[in-house]
Nanobody
């Protein structure tokens, strides 16, 4: 059984930083791409960043490029999302997902997601 568990969310002031972690079990972690998605209130879920199985190639959406960085530690089965210079519009539930396909030029397709985490809330105050 695949388990995906996010942690690290919370309340942060605008301009601040947060690092989200995602611990995965139940699959051979270093053979699967991983992605971070978010869903803001009243909006659809969007893919914001993803990383290939080895951690050598990443994708980051234009909306967060230069502020968010994805990384993975295959020895620990963890993927991270470092979020800097946070803005109130970054307020959302952030989801981690294991996927079966990775694209360097666009977000992971939700149809390719194998397992979702439960999500972690990030709230950015102005």
């Amino acid at each position: 059984q695949v388990q995906v568990v996010e942690s690290g969310g919370g309340l942060v002031q605008a301009g601040g930083s947060v690092r989200l972690s995602c611990k995965v079990s139940g699959l051979t972690f270093d053979t699967y791409p991983m992605g971070w998605f978010r869903q803001a209130p009243g909006k659809e879920r969007e893919g914001i960043s993803s990383i290939n199985f080895s951690g050598t190639v990443t994708y980051t959406a234009d909306s967060v490029k230069c502020r968010f960085t994805i990384a993975r530690d295959n020895a620990k089965n963890i993927v991270y999302l470092q979020m800097n210079n946070l803005k109130p519009e970054d307020t959302a539930i952030y989801y981690c997902a294991a996927a079966r396909a990775f694209h360097s030029h666009l977000a992971i397709d939700e149809d390719d997601v194998i397992s979702w985490g439960q999500g972690t809330q990030v709230t950015v105050s102005s």
